[in-house]
DNA sequence: CGAATTTTTGACTTCCATCAAGTGTAGTGG
DNA sequence: CCACTACACTTGATGGAAGTCAAAAATTCG
């Protein structure tokens, strides 16, 4: 990966924009399908914007987003109930996208987080000249659907030890793909949160936790912060 | 799995436009999108296939479809587990598009459905010149994600009462969108199905059913023949 | 009709939500 | 620095909802 970046920036110095040349999702999602001519229009145009966890990102007005990467950090996406509190209904990773066309959610970054904003226009323009572009965007959307089914199966199936269990592994391999015993991260989100996500109470959420470093699978090392212990272990229980 | 094809109706090329025009679902999905000489072509194309409830519906080979709309019925989508089990994980109602290429699912007929089938080829030819119907495909999919999303959470929150009566007011809305009062209908799936639709067991589902109709706002006449008593009381423990 | 399957009902158990109290852990301001 | 508040998290006790096991009743179908 980092080779690759390295290469292109050998062949087209000073053509593609600074800061696409660093991007860590330079290679995923819609990027992965521009030329580089699309590439340095996008490159012009695009916004890199920050946002501090627990920060709600809008897109609004007449450019209003419709497909952000997630160049760093974890967003979710919830949706309001009727009685005011929320439900998280997705979790995006860096490096990804973050099709917020896809529903009527509310975007929350989790943890600070950098989002490369297009705006719809642009990304219209691009969709109309580059079919490959509309058919990545169509695809991450089908991978949405077909992963939400999956994560609702495991919502009504799963005993809440195996939810969090497999949310902690989600957390490690999304975090990073190659992480092994010994990886040490941040939980993405509080306990709360957690709950929400999983459709279980904070309670709940908290003695699964418990229970998981009582088996030594992970080691909770403050609050928020985790250690892996046994990745087959985490595998075994997750009930996948 | 075996027989999956029982009758094939062709309709011959002339009359196409009768066909479609008779069609329930002529103005819905990505049929709506397209102009008259588009209609007469697909009508051309396109093979209206039956299937009886419980039949597979395959879609393979190298005209595979990637679009039907269903004409008549309930199709449930549902995705193999480890253990050999299968979990629904959508059901599509008449008159509406079914997109199996959104995921690997395995698309079967809950009652005995009309399938409107477009070729592969074909599709891909129209959505090349049709913009329209590539955005309404791509619209249907964002539905998709949020219906599901939507679901996901009744799934994690709600309790057994509440999921029942929302599916059967599911059934009723989709299956006749100004049912009132005195409706009456058919369960498309079995209490064994319904359960694994919402996550439950079985003697839960019947438990829930016998509830339901002690409170009368629903009527069990025989095993899968019910009537519906009160829709407002039936919206009303659904807890939407 | 009789066999097989689906559905219902009952008794018991388990898991998780609820209610309640206690323990950190920041963050603010005196 | 401490006192104060606010918030996140943990732990315990209890009850209820749904799962499990088991068997009867109803329905379907050959």
Do not use: W
Request: aromatic share 6%; glycine share 8%; net charge positive.
């Amino acid at each position: 990966m980092t080779q690759v970046i390295l290469t292109n920036t050998f062949i087209y110095p000073g053509e593609i924009a600074a800061k696409c040349l660093a991007c860590p999702v330079r290679f995923a999602g819609i990027c992965a399908a521009l030329s580089s001519d699309e590439l340095n229009e996008v490159g012009l145009k695009t916004t890199r914007r920050k946002f501090t966890a627990g920060t709600p990102i809008f897109f609004e007005g007449d450019d209003v987003l419709i497909h952000g990467n997630i160049v760093t950090g974890v967003v979710h996406l919830s949706k309001g109930l009727s009685d005011g509190r929320q439900q998280i209904v997705a979790l995006q990773f860096s490096p990804t996208h973050l099709p917020v066309k896809t529903a009527r959610v509310t975007a929350q970054a989790a943890t600070d987080s950098e989002i490369c904003a297009i705006p719809n226009s642009l990304l219209n323009e691009i969709v109309g000249s580059n079919a490959k572009v509309e058919e990545t965007i169509y695809k991450q959307t089908l991978d949405e659907v077909d992963e939400t089914r999956h994560r609702m199966r495991s919502i009504g199936r799963k005993t809440a030890f195996e939810k969090i269990a497999n949310l902690i592994l989600m957390f490690v391999l999304k975090g990073d793909p190659g992480a092994g015993n010994g990886y040490r991260f941040e939980l993405p989100l509080t306990r709360s949160e957690i709950a929400d996500f999983l459709g279980l109470t904070v309670e709940t959420v908290s003695r699964k936790l418990t229970k998981l470093r009582a088996t030594k699978i992970i080691r909770i090392d403050s609050g928020r912060s985790v250690t892996l212990n046994s990745l087959s272990r985490l595998h075994d229980v997750s009930g996948c």
